[in-house]
């Protein structure tokens, strides 16, 4: 009895402390922050120049980036500027996952905060229901992305969709062996899908690492790395995860 | 002595630290990619079966802390689909290592099951050497009635696949008149998988991906990375995977009390019974 009650005291005391210590770095990363950040709404120079300066410098840069975003932690202003670095960063595709459900209905609000924060910029922003957002290049090379939004409805309920309808005979597949071969059940999933490379890299941010239904079929070799811990979006954080992706060495299995 | 079971491995102070954490929230399923064995091959200058050794030396150890953690379900990430890419001499050593061990579970079947240890391998069982799958399904068939501990091992296994079979099974199933389109919906792909949600899914050796690893089952799980390669593995990087997992998990979910289709119901049963026809024909 006497060593159970020291043991639950034991336990509560020990995640006391862990949430004092982690309550006191995030008032420090906070306060830091707070010193040092540029509360501009708008995308500045001096971003854009940070990864002009560091991104060419990497040996390996993801093809297709998928942010993470929860509307209950990042502005929509937040995901407008991810939109500029990653074009000005030259990766080819760019998809926010929705965890929360709400950005899809805010689409429009987020093409206009791209908009707005695009101006000078040179390159081209591909959406897949609203028109390109062009610009003139000044110095800056001048890349082209494409801009998708994920939700979970495209995750585990377009599989079974898929798997439904295989069954309707709705959709032909190939079938060569007793049982379907990954390959043979790639061949049908792709065709529901755009058609853009599977995500490279997922970048998270906030205290733990959760995929919460995040394109199953196509996550089976993107690495997961973590922008912040208290979901602040910063361009520092955007290149240091950059950096951390190109150090990563993929072995396929061999 | 248990070879499966590493029995003697948990100080006293280290128990009394387990005691301490189990006071709380513990996974229900933990899930392991034990990456990092050739790399403390090389790290060590010895060869790379000697890592694979090590590493199944430490999944033992693992399993023992998971019994004294309580944590009844226990996945790990044992070889690959892909890995049969890996040389011919490196696949042949692992078949090897394999067969020695499933072989050393029959031997000790009887501490395997007081220690309630079921196991279950998960994979395209038709890539696997005939005698290693007439071996794996005989543990399956021996140990199927064990309760404390379910450890499933995946082997020639990878997400993908395993969400492919799934789909077979269930176009066969609509063709046998078993089951309807209409009843086809999430939870029965889940329930015709081959494995459970984990609750937390670890990690080792820096890497951070899943590489093809229960692609399906971990849309709300916990995923750790530690740097730490696989035989490094302690029981204090195991106790900071649960205390990450305590202070962070999602909130359990109520359970479904809605009824499920009686169609569903039987189709899985019918399932069951098929896996088990499966295995029976392995062994003869």
């Known amino acids: 009895m006497l060593s159970r009650l020291l043991r639950q005291f034991l336990f509560a005391l020990l995640h006391l402390i862990l ?87 805010q689409e429009e609000k987020l093409f206009n905060a791209v908009e707005k924060n695009k101006k000078g910029v040179p390159g081209c922003i591909k959406w897949s229901k609203k028109p390109d957002l062009n610009g003139y290049t000044n110095g800056i090379p001048a890349h082209k992305i494409v801009v998708n939004i994920f939700s979970c409805q495209n995750g585990r309920s377009t599989i079974t969709q898929c798997i439904k309808k295989m069954c309707e005979e709705k959709i032909p597949y190939n079938r060569k062996s007793d049982q379907i071969t990954a390959q043979e059940f790639d061949d049908v999933i792709s065709a529901v899908y755009p058609s853009i490379p599977d995500p490279d890299l997922a970048l998270f941010s ?15 070799l993107t690495e997961f790395i973590s922008l912040s811990v208290d979901y602040n979006l910063s361009v520092e954080s955007f290149v240091g995860a950059m950096y951390k992706y190109s150090k990563c060495d993929q072995r396929f299995g061999t | 002595m248990s070879l499966w079971i590493k029995e003697n491995c948990v100080s006293f102070f280290q128990l009394f630290c387990i005691k301490v954490i189990k006071t709380g929230r513990v996974p229900q399923h933990i899930a392991f990619i034990m990456d990092g064995n050739r790399r403390y091959a090389k790290k060590n200058s010895v060869d790379k079966s000697t890592g694979h050794h090590k ?40 078949m090897e290592l394999a067969r020695e061990k499933f072989q050393n579970l029959l031997d000790e079947i009887d501490q395997i099951d007081e ?21 794996v399904s005989k543990v399956m068939l021996a140990t199927k009635d064990n309760n404390r501990l379910c450890l499933n091992i995946a082997y020639a296994y990878t997400g993908r696949d395993e969400i492919s079979r799934a789909a077979s099974r269930i176009i066969d199933g609509v063709k046998e008149n078993k089951i309807s389109p209409e009843n086809i919906d999430e939870e029965l792909i889940s329930q015709s998988l081959d494995l459970g949600e984990p609750e937390l899914l670890v990690r080792t050796s820096g890497e951070v991906r899943l590489s093809d690893f229960m692609l399906w089952q971990i849309s709300n799980t916990v995923l750790y990375f530690t740097d730490v390669l696989w035989p490094e593995f302690t029981i204090w990087n195991l106790l900071a995977a649960i ?11 109520a359970e479904d009390t809605n009824e499920t289709a009686h169609e569903k119901e039987e189709f899985l049963k019918y399932l069951e019974q098929r896996r088990a026809q499966e295995l029976t024909k392995y062994i003869s």
């Open chain 1, 19 to 105: 949430n004092f210590i982690v309550g006191a770095q995030n008032v420090y990363c906070r306060y830091w922050l707070k010193k040092h950040s540029l509360q501009d709404y708008e995308v500045t120079k001096t971003d854009l120049k940070l990864i002009v300066k560091h991104i060419p410098k990497l040996s390996k840069q993801p093809k297709h980036l998928v942010v993470l975003s929860d509307s209950d932690y990042h502005s929509i202003d937040d995901l407008a500027r991810m939109v500029i670095w990653s074009l000005v960063a030259g990766i080819p595709f760019l998809s926010f996952y929705d965890v929360s459900g709400q950005l899809s209905y």
């Open chain 1, 206 to 220: 906030g205290p733990v690492c959760c995929t919460h239904g995040l394109l199953p079929w196509q996550i089976r």
């Open chain 2, 55 to 94: 590493g199944f030396d430490k999944l033992s150890e693992t399993l023992k802390w998971c019994l004294d953690l309580g944590i009844p379900e226990v996945t790990v990430y044992a070889f690959s689909i892909e890995n049969f890419k890996r040389s011919k001499e490196e696949v042949d050593a692992l």
């Open chain 2, 115 to 135: 220690w309630g240890v079921r196991v279950h391998v998960a994979g395209r069982l038709s890539l696997l050497p005939e005698h290693l799958r007439s071996l």
């Open chain 2, 243 to 253: 205390i990450h997992f305590q202070r962070n998990a999602p909130p359990i979910k």
